[in-house]
């Protein structure tokens, strides 16, 4: 009777040992698994810090060379951008919004005359006619404004609309949208303001022949102390000196 108890006694021991075991092990895994989490976490924050530390480095070097033309930017800590530039236009034809969609009541501006190094405008006039298109599913309307100076040196808009058969209509606005899509240019052209209503859509512009350039595509590649490399870019676009439409307004020459 008593070996039995001592028996029994050992066999309890050892599934003891056992449960011990196994629940040694999993609060080893647990431990280690937590470990892992905390080392893995800790990594993602040390590269996020240093990805915005990159970004950073390349929004300052896009903002110096604004400022200076400087493709070099230092940060002083370590941190540096590289900046390349490259021209907007230039060709027979016009995306502006390759990136993404002209969105509603957006202006989108194509230049028909040239800019000087400052910004300034120059005297070389694009000449010829247009062909504006949107998206082949574009069921909004266009507002255009083209800009130009009439001989004698007068300043003149000439504002027309064309509705393109979808349910976004604009009273007033033409349904017949040959005048929006085919442009006829005279005098000297300045500017051609295309504004989607109603619907977002992409935009170009084609000719017969090289469109001024519109501005320029910068591309900054930042980097973090340790190597961290990000990359952005922006595009800047030529925009509208204000005694430019203001003159335009003021004289009431508004066709």
């Given at each position: ?14 599934q ?32 996020e ?51 993404g ?9 194509f ?57 976004n209509?604009v ?5 017949d ?14 500017l ?17 022949s ?46």
């Amino acid at each position: 009777m008593i070996n039995k108890k001592i028996n029994k006694i050992k066999q309890n021991q050892g599934q003891i040992a056992i449960i011990v075991l196994l629940a040694s092990a999993i609060l080893l895994s647990l431990g280690l698994s937590a470990s892992k989490k905390a080392i893995t976490d800790t990594k993602v924050d040390i590269n996020e810090e240093l990805l915005k530390e990159a970004f950073n480095a390349a929004e300052s070097g896009i903002n110096n060379y604004i400022n200076t033309t400087n493709v070099n930017y230092d940060a002083g800590d370590g941190n540096n951008a590289v900046i390349t530039k490259k021209d907007i236009g230039g060709g027979e034809s016009i995306t502006l919004s390759s990136e993404g969609l002209v969105l509603a009541n957006t202006n989108q501006l194509f230049w028909l005359v040239n800019h000087e190094d400052d910004g300034s405008i120059g005297n070389n006039y694009y000449s010829g006619n247009i062909t504006l298109t949107a998206d082949n599913n574009f069921n909004g309307a266009l507002k255009v404004d083209y800009f130009y100076i009439q001989a004698g040196g007068a300043y003149k808009v000439s504002r027309f609309g064309c509705n393109y058969g979808g349910s976004n209509t604009v009273v007033g606005f033409s349904s017949d949208t040959t005048n929006c899509s085919n442009l006829t240019l005279t005098g000297s052209s300045l500017l051609l303001i295309v504004t989607p209503m109603g619907s977002a859509t992409s935009l170009s512009i084609s000719g017969s022949s090289p469109f001024p350039i519109q501005g320029e595509q910068l591309t900054a590649v930042g980097t973090a102390n340790n190597g961290v490399k990000t990359q952005i870019k922006t595009r800047n676009i030529y925009q509208i000196p204000s005694f430019f439409t203001e003159a335009i307004t003021a004289k009431n020459i508004i066709q």
